[in-house]
């Protein structure tokens, strides 16, 4: 079974860089372009990255998004109290001819 | 401004059947694929099923392979989720989900607006 492997947490302080890897295979993400989710309590998903590094309209530039080979990468600099909340990345997986989700990480700033 | 509006959620008994909608405005609805996300409380989200604009292709999760059935009625711009021999482990908050202009396949997960949710619990 093909999966998208997050880290269940990450924290940082404000104003630091906080990086969320998102682990996948050569049939998703090594192929397909990663997508990053961001999900404040109570509420619906929000995307923040499209095609593994553009970011929709909107979204402040300290979200950035990465892939390399089979792996994507969020990262958030200047870290502010309201980034707190669970991310998740997505991709096409044509082994199973599926989306999939990563676990989600959620991000406590300290 | 586009809006999705799930509803039909609601408590059922294991093996009973139920049936979501999603109807949808703001946008022209027959112009883009459509997919339902889940999310178990407490748990990370679990995309569903994504259906082509005309419903000719669609695309399951293995663990509703003949179980769920995605539809959509493009006259009244309603997305649908039938749901048979419903299990505890389907109990989650069903989200739709509208696919961005720019997505690169009609299948990519590349979701720029997202319904508000309906809960579906399945319990005894």
């Known amino acids: 079974q093909s999966v998208l492997t997050q880290p269940p947490s990450a924290s940082g302080t404000p104003g630091q860089r906080v990086t969320i890897s998102c682990s996948g295979s050569?049939?998703?993400?090594?192929?397909?372009?990663v997508y990053w989710y961001q999900q404040l309590p109570g509420t619906a998903p929000k995307l923040l990255i499209y095609?593994?590094?553009q970011r929709p309209s909107g979204v402040p530039d300290r979200f950035s998004g990465s892939k390399s080979g089979t792996s994507g990468s969020l990262a958030i600099s200047g870290l502010r109290s309201e980034d707190e909340a669970d991310y998740y990345c997505?991709?096409?997986?044509?082994?199973?001819?599926?989306?999939?989700f990563g676990g989600g990480t959620k991000l406590t700033v300290l | 401004e586009v809006q999705l509006v799930e509803s039909g959620g609601g408590l059922v008994q294991p093996g009973g059947s139920l049936r979501l909608s999603c109807a949808a405005s703001?946008?022209?609805?027959?112009?883009?694929?459509m997919s339902w996300v889940r999310q178990a409380p407490g748990k990370g989200l679990e995309w569903v099923s994504t259906?082509?604009?005309?419903?000719?292709?669609?695309y399951h999760i293995d663990s509703v392979k003949g179980r769920f059935t995605i539809s959509r009625d493009n006259s009244k711009s309603t997305l649908y989720l039938q749901m048979n021999s419903l299990r505890a482990e389907d109990t989650a908050t069903y989200y739709c989900?509208?696919?961005?202009?720019?997505?690169?396949?009609?299948?990519?997960?590349?979701?720029?607006?997202w319904g508000q949710g309906t809960l579906l619990t399945v319990s005894s």
């Open positions: 989900a509208k696919p961005s202009r720019d997505s690169s396949t009609w299948y990519s997960p590349h979701f720029d607006y």
């Open positions: 703001g946008f022209t609805f027959s112009s883009y694929a």
């Open positions: 259906i082509s604009t005309n419903g000719g292709s669609t």
């Open positions: 050569s049939s998703n993400i090594g192929s397909n372009y």
């Open positions: 095609r593994s590094d």
């Open positions: 997505a991709a096409w997986d044509d082994s199973l001819s599926g989306v999939l």
